[in-house]
């Protein structure tokens, strides 16, 4: 049954260290609950804003883009739909909005361990729909390729099924088929506010035989344009299917140190502060390179064998590449735990140990790890993954979209570099070749948001960052709800037509008003 509280507006802070103020809070635990309060909120022009977890760190979380809405928190609409219909014959998971991708994996691996799904390198707890909707990219793709056949009440109080699944949920078009038949609505709940998704269509996929990562240290950092040219040729030739990551120094060694730290303290009895020094002298041994790069290969024995051989033979001058299984992590971690009283074969164990679960990410295995690096970063260990909200971390994504041209991206990152520095600020960046044409980097800077001037530098960094990005002719492809206006702002014309759509599917402008559109 639905439920709502009043609350003292200060739920939507987060780590951005902007938010906006929240009235109340409504938890609808189905469709029907969710448009009667569409419908009663149109009679009081109470603006909405869903969320599916509220774990949409470094965008705003849970904070709404204008102050004064209501949130609808979605988490309690966590059901798999079609559970006992999901098998490899029909890799297809109907799923509300509060179901996360490790509710997802472990279901799979209890039920149906064949399949595997696209996850993201965020936490365990965060939203499938939620992060696909956002166009968040995961480790085989473009999240939003993985969601079709949409449920979605409209501001209006109109319910739609986009696609096939307008037939009726027993059609067997209905969870199979996703383009439909006419004009394509989906794209319009991508990043809009015309409506609130309450289920879609998510795609699964078979595992294969042999799966491999494989990364490469790339030996010179001048030769990054080449690096990027020839990684997304592999990509179009479909060597490397996967979506490869390609992560500067800062991000690399970042998302070791609390795997590095940890290994220290529980097994060579270090302290906190002798941990944290021998892990980044370790880190210098272990992951020296400006550049390093994780995809995955997969296929049968054979499919696989040759594709190392070829990234092998066109990369050895370029990188180091070196493949990665559970297996070799295995031995090799034996190995160098069983001699760390030798100082490199300590480094390696606590390497080994900190990129256990980031090789898994890349063969489809959700993990906390990349939150679990903040909040030891920011001595908050004792949090869970999902209250990082509630940590001094404070984190801003400027996340734009790149050509596959890498002396494109080497020039935009050497300017972005700049603008940082300038700012006292260090860029933590992943470039991610998600398609066959294009790229888009992750890109945040790292501040404390307990003290106030450096939530406010870090705010003037971030514009300073997004001027650029538009100098430069390209834009943003994921907006922080604290930057919206300015997204608008830049195209009224554009930004014109995606209001005019609201108004026929939300005419009284009570959905997420102002995010990803016209603030009126």
Same mark, same amino acid.
């Given at each position: 049954?639905?439920?709502?509280?009043?609350?003292?507006?200060?739920?939507?802070?987060?780590?951005?260290?902007?938010?906006?103020?929240?009235?109340?809070?409504?938890?609808?635990?189905?469709?029907?609950?969710?448009?009667?309060?569409?419908?009663?909120?149109?009679?009081?022009?109470?603006?909405?804003?869903?969320?599916?977890?509220?774990?949409?760190?470094?965008?705003?979380?849970?904070?709404?883009?204008?102050?004064?809405?209501?949130?609808?928190?979605?988490?309690?609409?966590?059901?798999?739909?079609?559970?006992?219909?999901?098998?490899?014959?029909?890799?297809?998971?109907?799923?509300?909005?509060?179901?996360?991708?490790?509710?997802?994996?472990?279901?799979?691996?209890?039920?149906?361990?064949?399949?595997?799904?696209?996850?993201?390198?965020?936490?365990?707890?965060?939203?499938?729909?939620?992060?696909?909707?956002?166009?968040?990219?995961?480790?085989?793709?473009?999240?939003?390729?993985?969601?079709?056949?949409?449920?979605?009440?409209?501001?209006?109080?109109?319910?739609?099924?986009?696609?096939?699944?307008?037939?009726?949920?027993?059609?067997?078009?209905?969870?199979?088929?996703?383009?439909?038949?006419?004009?394509?609505?989906?794209?319009?709940?991508? $990043?809009?506010?015309?409506?609130?998704?309450?289920?879609?269509?998510?795609?699964?996929?078979?595992?294969?035989?042999?799966?491999?990562?494989?990364?490469?240290?790339?030996?010179?950092?001048?030769?990054?344009?080449?690096?990027?040219?020839?990684?997304?040729?592999?990509?179009?030739?479909?060597?490397?299917?996967?979506?490869?990551?390609?992560?500067?120094?800062?991000?690399? $060694?970042?998302?070791?140190?609390?795997?590095?730290?940890?290994?220290?303290?529980?097994?060579?009895?270090?302290?906190?502060?002798?941990?944290?020094?021998?892990?980044?002298?370790?880190? $210098?041994?272990?992951?020296?390179?400006?550049?390093?790069?994780?995809?995955?290969?997969?296929?049968?024995?054979?499919?696989?064998?040759?594709?190392?051989?070829?990234?092998? $033979?066109?990369?050895?001058?370029?990188?180091?590449?070196?493949?990665?299984?559970?297996?070799?992590?295995?031995?090799?971690?034996?190995?160098?735990?069983?001699?760390?009283?030798?100082?490199?074969?300590r480094a390696n164990a606590a390497a080994i140990s900190a990129i256990k679960p980031l090789h898994a990410?890349?063969?489809?295995?959700?993990?906390?790890?990349? !939150?679990?690096?903040?909040?030891?970063?920011?001595?908050?260990?004792?949090?869970?993954?999902?209250?990082?909200?509630?940590?001094?971390?404070?984190?801003?994504?400027?996340?734009?979209?790149?050509?596959?041209?890498?002396?494109?991206?080497?020039?935009?990152?050497?300017?972005?570099?700049?603008?940082?520095?300038?700012?006292?600020?260090?860029?933590? !960046?992943?470039?991610?070749?998600?398609?066959?044409?294009?790229?888009?980097?992750?890109?945040?800077?790292?501040?404390?948001?307990?003290?106030?001037?450096?939530?406010?530098?870090?705010?003037?960094?971030?514009?300073?960052?997004?001027?650029? !990005?538009?100098?430069?002719?390209?834009?943003?492809?994921?907006?922080?709800?604290?930057?919206?206006?300015?997204?608008?702002?830049?195209?009224?014309?554009?930004?014109?037509?995606?209001?005019?759509?609201?108004?026929?599917?939300?005419?009284?402008?009570?959905?997420?008003?102002?995010?990803?559109?016209?603030?009126?």
């Amino acid at each position: 049954m639905s439920s709502h509280t009043s609350v003292n507006g200060l739920v939507g802070e987060n780590i951005t260290g902007y938010h906006n103020s929240v009235l109340t809070i409504h938890k609808p635990t189905s469709t029907q609950e969710v448009q009667k309060l569409v419908l009663e909120s149109r009679q009081t022009k109470s603006p909405l804003y869903p969320i599916s977890c509220g774990l949409n760190w470094g965008y705003g979380s849970a904070s709404p883009a204008v102050a004064g809405c209501s949130l609808v928190d979605l988490g309690g609409m966590n059901r798999i739909l079609n559970a006992d219909k999901i098998s490899v014959s029909n890799p297809v998971a109907v799923i509300e909005p509060g179901v996360t991708q490790g509710q997802l994996y472990d279901f799979l691996q209890s039920n149906c361990p064949e399949l595997t799904f696209n996850v993201t390198g965020s936490a365990r707890n965060t939203s499938l729909i939620g992060n696909a909707l956002d166009r968040g990219v995961g480790y085989f793709g473009p999240r939003k390729d993985d969601l079709f056949g949409l449920e979605v009440v409209c501001g209006s109080g109109q319910i739609i099924k986009t696609g096939f699944r307008r037939l009726g949920e027993d059609s067997p078009l209905a969870h199979s088929h996703p383009f439909g038949l006419g004009p394509m609505l989906d794209g319009l709940f991508f $990043q809009g506010n015309f409506g609130i998704v309450t289920s879609a269509c998510f795609r699964l996929m078979p595992r294969r035989p042999k799966e491999v990562a494989v990364s490469l240290a790339l030996r010179d950092s001048s030769n990054l344009g080449l690096f990027i040219d020839e990684l997304a040729r592999l990509k179009r030739e479909g060597l490397m299917a996967s979506v490869t990551h390609i992560a500067n120094k800062a991000r690399s $060694q970042a998302s070791m140190m609390f795997g590095m730290t940890t290994y220290l303290k529980d097994f060579c009895n270090f302290s906190d502060t002798n941990a944290l020094i021998e892990a980044e002298k370790a880190l $210098q041994v272990v992951a020296p390179n400006e550049w390093t790069s994780l995809g995955a290969i997969t296929g049968n024995t054979g499919q696989v064998a040759a594709a190392i051989k070829e990234i092998k $033979q066109r990369m050895k001058k370029l990188a180091r590449v070196s493949v990665i299984t559970d297996g070799l992590l295995d031995v090799g971690y034996a190995v160098m735990h069983n001699l760390r009283f030798f100082s490199f074969a300590r480094a390696n164990a606590a390497a080994i140990s900190a990129i256990k679960p980031l090789h898994a990410l890349a063969l489809g295995v959700p993990t906390d790890v990349a !939150i679990n690096n903040l909040l030891w970063k920011y001595a908050r260990c004792d949090l869970k993954a999902t209250q990082l909200d509630q940590s001094s971390c404070g984190l801003i994504f400027i996340s734009p979209a790149l050509p596959s041209t890498g002396d494109v991206v080497v020039s935009l990152i050497d300017g972005m570099n700049k603008i940082a520095e300038a700012f006292n600020h260090k860029l933590y !960046i992943t470039v991610n070749i998600e398609t066959v044409n294009s790229l888009v980097a992750v890109i945040n800077i790292l501040f404390d948001r307990s003290k106030r001037d450096e939530v406010d530098n870090a705010h003037r960094c971030a514009d300073a960052l997004l001027n650029y !990005i538009h100098t430069t002719g390209l834009e943003i492809y994921r907006a922080r709800s604290d930057m919206m206006e300015n997204i608008v702002s830049r195209d009224y014309s554009y930004w014109n037509t995606i209001r005019s759509l609201k108004k026929t599917f939300d005419p009284d402008n009570i959905i997420s008003p102002g995010r990803y559109n016209i603030k009126l």
